[in-house]
């Protein structure tokens, strides 16, 4: 996808971003109530740039070289590609790197 | 119906499952977000003890780790009863040209054989090229705080900047890794 050679997974997430913001809107517009009967309340994400472009632009670099972001790891697992157990684990390791390192990264 | 599941789905209808699975998970308490299971498996094995980061109630987002069992089991069904015989995913012509150059052959399923089989997993470079790309993923997406679906699904669908922060830092990271970094690797 990162060749922009194919319209799917733009498609795809284009789709879902746009009905999910629909949905959203329609959720704070009408304040629906959850399942438990509570009012749904979205967290904002906490404000900042540096951790989201820094983090992002880690993240990108393995998203291209593996070929997969998270759930399409396990996905990859289920369908029977044993190699992505590989991925797994070390992204596992490399979230403990992050919360090992957390306090000495600028945020 | 049969025939439409067994084929590759359309844009269309994957991104409208992707939206109803978020707000399936908001109506019902939770929300979107995939990577943050890792940082619940690393609190589930013990490392709070040592990170403060990995200290706090995993068994509060349990029902996350059931959402990953889930994604497994589909996967499974996709492939066991989901896939026609000898389909093969279908990629751009362009991008099959683009990765013949790099010694990769289009995918007679999935994924290439060549980064993928248990050959690749079990030489040097293969198994190198899994491994680190599992530390970017894992350590980026919690410096991050989100992944795909925390940032570009349920962040953008409620119009957050940071999650749009995010999405430009994924796609100026995979353009640098698939246009700078791969060539030199293959």
Redesign the interface.
Known sequence: ???F?????????????????I??AL?KRYNIR???G?P?Q????????V?????????????????A???P????????????I???????????????F?DK?PH | MREFLTQTWSWWFSGTMIAAIMLCLVYFGQSFGFSSNMRTICAAVGLGKKVPFFDFNWRSKSWNLVFLVGAIIGGFIAHQFLSAPGAAVQISPATVADLSKLGIRAPTSLQPDELFSWEALFSVKGFLILAISGLLIGFGTRYAAGCTSGHAISGLSNLQWPSLVAVVGFFVGGLIMTFLILPLIF
């Not at chain 1, 979205?42 to 740039?49: D, L, N, R, W």
């Not at chain 1, 983090?55 to 593996?66: Q, T």
């Not at chain 1, 790891?73 to 992505?84: D, P």
């Open positions: 996808m990162f060749r050679q194919a319209f799917h997974m733009y498609g795809i997430i284009g789709t879902a971003v746009v009905l999910g913001a949905g959203v959720i959850d399942f438990h509570n749904i979205f967290q904002p994400k906490e404000k900042g740039v951790r989201y472009l820094a983090g992002g632009v880690i993240f990108g670099l393995g998203w291209a070289l593996s070929g972001c998270p759930g790891i396990v996905v990859n697992i289920g369908y029977g590609f044993f190699a992505m590989i991925v797994f684990i070390f992204a596992n390791a490399g979230t403990f790197l992050y919360g090992y957390k990264l």
